[in-house]
T-cell receptor
Framework: GENVEQHPSTLSVQEGDSAVIKCTYS??????FPWYKQELGKGPQLIID?????GEKKDQRIAVTLNKTAKHFSLHITETQPEDSAVYFC?????????FGAGTTVTVRA | GAVVSQHPSRVICKSGTSVKIECRSL??????MFWYRQFPKQSLMLMAT?????????EQGVEKDKFLINHASLTLSTLTVTSAHPEDSSFYIC?????????????FGQGTRLTVV
C-alpha cells in the first residue's frame, strides 16, 4: 500500500514568513495529492490539491509542487498569518483511499 | 460552506450502549464514503469504506461487529459504535468525494468526539 511521510512534525514561523511542508510517497501509481488543514476539534479542511498531470498549483498564499520522478510534493504558505496556525496533513491516493502523512503542527508567532 | 455534514459533533455515552454517527453529503451524491478514527495528536486512520447499497469494506484490525456501517442512500452513511467501551473514545471523521469538472475532491465532515464513560 501507499506510505506517506511528512516533515517536519512541528514548524514555528514568524508572522509574515513562509512555511514549507514536505511529503514523500511510495506508490508511483498515486495520482491525487490533497492537503488538509485541521484545527483543534474539527475535521480536516481541504485547502489545495494537485494531480499528477501538473507540477505546480497556486491559490493565493498557498502553493503546492509535485515532483513525480522523486515522488515528493510540498506545501508552501507565504506571508503567514496567525490564523494559519493549525495541523496540516498531506495525503496521496490513486483509488480514492487516502493515505495520510503524520501531520505538521504549524505555529505562526505574532 | 461545508459539503460533508457530520452529526453529532460531540456525544457522551455510557459503557455498553450504542452510538450512531451520521455523515451526509450536501448537494452531491456519494456512492462511496470513508470513516476514519483519529487519536489525539495523531493522523487519520482509515477504518472502513462505506459503499452505497452494499456491505462496507473494513480495514485490517477493525471489528466489523463493533463498528456497524450502513450506507442507506447516496447522501447518507452511518457509523454505529455498538456496546461502546472507554477505549472506543476517539474522534471519528467521515469523508466523501465530490466530482467536479477537473476531477474529484475529498471532503471531510466536522468530526464527532465520542466519549464513553
Amino acid at each position: 500500500g501507499e506510505n506517506v511521510e511528512q516533515h517536519p512534525s512541528t514548524l514555528s514561523v514568524q508572522e509574515g514568513d513562509s512555511a514549507v511542508i514536505k511529503c514523500t510517497y511510495s506508490d508511483s501509481a498515486s495520482n491525487y495529492f490533497p492537503w488538509y488543514k485541521q484545527e483543534l476539534g474539527k475535521g480536516p479542511q481541504l485547502i489545495i490539491d494537485i494531480r499528477s498531470n501538473v507540477g505546480e498549483k497556486k491559490d493565493q498564499r498557498i502553493a503546492v509542487t509535485l515532483n513525480k520522478t522523486a515522488k515528493h510534493f510540498s506545501l508552501h504558505i507565504t506571508e503567514t498569518q496567525p490564523e494559519d496556525s493549525a495541523v496540516y496533513f498531506c495525503a496521496a491516493t490513486f483509488d480514492y483511499k487516502l493515505s495520510f502523512g503524520a501531520g505538521t503542527t504549524v505555529t505562526v508567532r505574532a | 460552506g461545508a459539503v460533508v455534514s457530520q452529526h453529532p459533533s460531540r456525544v457522551i455515552c455510557k459503557s455498553g450502549t450504542s452510538v450512531k454517527i451520521e455523515c451526509r453529503s450536501l448537494d452531491f451524491q456519494a456512492t462511496t464514503m470513508f470513516w476514519y478514527r483519529q487519536f489525539p495528536k495523531q493522523s487519520l486512520m482509515l477504518m472502513a469504506t462505506s459503499n452505497e447499497g452494499s456491505k462496507a469494506t473494513y480495514e485490517q484490525g477493525v471489528e466489523k461487529d463493533k463498528f456497524l456501517i450502513n450506507h442507506a442512500s447516496l447522501t447518507l452513511s452511518t457509523l454505529t459504535v455498538t456496546s461502546a467501551h472507554p477505549e472506543d473514545s476517539s474522534f471519528y471523521i467521515c469523508s466523501a468525494y465530490r466530482s467536479r469538472g477537473v476531477g474529484t475532491e475529498a471532503f471531510f465532515g466536522q468530526g464527532t468526539r465520542l466519549t464513553v464513560v
